[in-house]
């Protein structure tokens, strides 16, 4: 029986964020659907790499661990994949442990739009143009940078940084503080 997901931190993610389809990508842009299709079959059972986003997914759901009776976190698989890559992909979510049990494979649509039915409020994906077009309809995305995930296979700690310099978002802020700050004001 599903549960609600009311009160937890429920983040989507992109299947090529989660794991690493670059081979896959290929026969998909050179050889079309079919053979996509095909080589997706074959190798069902032979695990994808980890990609960019493993580690932090990893350790994102390592807290329901820490706190069972909460079980916080909910992550969820929202993609533009076909449904026999989603074979292979939930294969692959219990050969390296990853409790997520909700996907959406959307056939090449967009995902983003199920968001609100699944009460996510953080996309994650390596396009940085799904990003942005996600954001321009309203929906909270982040670009993950596709990079070779390295991950230890004992660290469980979560860290996150934010960097507001001026590349996310304006730097007022920043600027304030380096010329000396707001102006202290007292009330009696």
């Known amino acids: 029986m599903a549960y609600s997901l009311e009160d ?13 389809f670059s081979q896959e990508h290929s026969i998909f842009l050179n050889d079309g659907i079919d053979a996509f299709r095909a080589y997706q079959i074959q190798n069902r059972h032979r695990a994808p790499k980890p990609g960019a986003a493993f580690p932090f997914i990893k350790r994102l759901l390592h807290l329901n ?28 979510l219990r050969y390296y442990g990853l409790d997520i049990t909700r996907t959406l494979f959307r056939s090449g649509e967009a995902p983003y739009p199920y968001m609100k039915a699944f009460n ?54 920043e600027a304030k503080y380096a010329n000396g700050g707001l102006p202290l004001v007292l009330l009696s």
């Open 8 to 20: 937890k931190l429920v983040v989507a993610i992109s299947s090529s964020a989660l794991f690493d």
């Open 65 to 92: 661990k820490i706190f069972p009776e909460q079980a916080p976190v909910e992550v969820i698989i929202l993609s533009r994949n076909d449904p026999q890559a989603g074979l292979r992909m939930m294969d692959a």
């Open 120 to 173: 996510a409020c953080l996309y994650l994906t390596t396009k940085r143009d799904e990003v942005r077009t996600a954001i321009q309809l309203g929906y909270p995305a982040g670009h993950v940078l596709p990079c070779p995930a390295i991950d230890g296979l004992d660290d469980t700690q979560l860290r996150i940084a934010f960097d507001f310099d001026g590349v996310i978002v304006d730097d007022e802020a």
